[in-house]
């Protein structure tokens, strides 16, 4: 399946923590965005949350990113919007101000410009209310950390044309999110209304001294926390003739007094001084940021592990890695190795030497051979279809020892090519270093798609290869091509 193409142009209305996340997740992916925000120094918090953003791709992804977008700070909704594809707006939940912001952008923007709000709970048909052209207008809810969380919720007013809502789920998709239509307008959409009733059942419980805020939390994380990453409540019984019986068991709790979900505690202060007592102690040795990079590494670690699985979040994940792929790299110069991007070595790379493990140096030439595959246009429709490569034979010479915050970059040379074999040759150097850290070599077979064995490539990707291995011919040989283990 082809990748959809990513707007080259934002406009954000709004650079607090949802705009920022808006911003970090624009701009990682190649697109350029224009921030109207008139709070003090907000470009630089939205610079901070791109920053951390970037440290979370590092560790999220192996994928070759495209080229960062350019972020800058205007001075007025119409600057925002002016050549925008798609204009985001994140202002706090004041229906007035969204609406002055919306009409404001409305009456700038081209007809056919995506206008979307962030906004967590007011109903489109509201925010359309004097905005010209209402039907490019719609509800694209998001979740915070809006770089690393997938789902958007997509809503339309009574005036929102179905192609808008069509359009902006192709976007969304496209920059790695899941978009999820709601079907009727609703006051906190989905994700909200049930995030809700169960934060106030969790007052009633701190509220009532049954529990702790910290009891509170640890009965969700190490419980349906878990598992609500992988199955959402009607997927628990395997859907079908599993969710009638588990409602046939356990329905008619649903109508006792155990829980107060209609019901709000009185929040006094009171109430509030002893819920923020004891909840001062959870995160108490971290800043701000270093709970935010907490949160964004263990968010990291459960998307890989759904990635692995191809499932949930973690198969909206490898769709857009998949996508990335289609940044088709460029030479080093017009004939030289092919350059895979530089990239930070993230600190749970080490061993218990303290240096990088031997099996990431295999991750990163993994990396440059899909450096290779991208270039010659080795895509999804061409795997389904025709074939791939499968690795057949690899040699490691490791000639330097690497470290967390090194940033590394690996250059790859075809040393020969014929209808069915790629034998590729890698060179990984710490940036700006002229010796290698280390060499990898690989021999590759390409294997036919319906017969699943060895087969002629064709088509492009047989043409492109022919034509850099040529290219590649004229470059010297690196001298440690063909060597195997020493014995002396």
């Known amino acids: 399946m082809k990748s959809v193409r990513r707007p080259s142009t934002v406009g954000l209305l709004g650079g607090g923590v949802i705009g920022g996340g808006w911003a970090a997740r624009f701009v990682l992916n190649g697109i350029d965005v224009q921030l109207y925000d008139p709070a003090p120094h907000a470009i630089d918090r939205v610079q901070d949350i791109v920053t951390s953003a970037r440290r979370a791709y590092q560790r ?40 002055q912001l919306l009409t404001e952008a409305g009456r700038a923007a081209s007809p056919e410009t995506l206008i979307c709000s962030s906004t967590s709970g007011l109903l489109p048909s509201l925010l359309q209310q004097g905005v010209e052209h209402p039907e490019r207008l719609l509800v694209a809810h998001p979740f915070n950390p809006v770089y690393l969380l997938p789902l958007v919720e997509l809503c339309a007013g ?17 920059v790695g999110m899941h978009p999820l239509v709601v079907r ?29 805020p910290q009891d509170v939390d640890d009965a969700v994380r190490y419980s349906f926390g878990l598992r609500r990453a992988v199955i ?19 329905g008619p709790e ?19 001084d002893r819920l923020a007592e004891q909840s001062g102690g959870q995160v108490a040795n971290l800043t701000v940021t270093e709970f935010e990079h907490q949160r964004d590494d263990c968010l990291v670690g459960v998307l890989q592990g759904l990635r692995a699985q191809g499932y949930g979040a973690g198969e909206t994940l490898a769709r857009w890695e998949n996508g990335l792929g289609d940044n088709r790299p460029q030479h080093a110069s017009d004939s030289g190795p092919l350059r895979t991007p530089p990239r930070l070595i993230p600190p749970d790379w080490h061993d218990a030497n303290g240096h990088v493990n031997e099996s990431r140096y295999l991750q990163l030439f993994s990396n440059a051979t899909g450096t290779v595959e991208r270039y010659i246009g080795l895509d999804g429709d061409y795997r389904a279809n025709v074939g791939t490569f499968y690795t057949v034979e690899t040699h490691l010479f490791h000639l330097g020892e690497l470290h967390a915050g090194d940033r590394v970059e ?37 294997i036919d798609a319906a017969s699943r064995r060895s087969g002629a490539m064709q088509g492009t990707v047989r043409e492109r290869v022919v034509e850099l291995a040529q290219l590649h011919a004229q470059l010297p040989r690196p001298k440690r091509a063909g060597a195997s283990i020493g014995l002396r």
């Open 60 to 99: 999220l992804t192996m994928a070759s990113l495209p080229g960062e977008g350019k972020l800058t700070l205007v001075n007025s909704v119409a600057d925002a919007v002016a050549g925008a594809e798609l204009v985001q707006e994140s202002a706090p939940e004041r229906l007035e101000l969204k609406q």
């Open 158 to 174: 009574q005036k929102t044309d179905p192609e808008s809502l069509t359009r902006a789920a192709q976007i969304y998709r496209a």
């Open 184 to 212: 009727k307008e609703v006051d906190g959409f989905i994700a909200n209304r049930l995030q809700e009733a169960m934060w106030r059942e969790a007052l009633w419980l701190v509220h009532d001294e049954v529990a702790t």
């Open 232 to 250: 959402g409540p009607f997927t628990i019984a395997g859907g079908g003739a599993g969710i009638r019986r588990v409602m046939e068991q356990f």
């Open 254 to 272: 649903v109508t006792t007094t155990g829980t107060k979900f209609t019901d709000v505690p009185e929040v006094t202060d009171t109430f509030l």
């Open 410 to 446: 690996v250059s790859t040379q075809i040393l020969g090519a014929d209808d069915k074999r790629l034998h590729l040759f890698h060179v990984l150097v710490r940036e700006g270093d002229q010796e290698p850290m280390a060499t990898g070599e690989q021999m590759l077979i390409h």
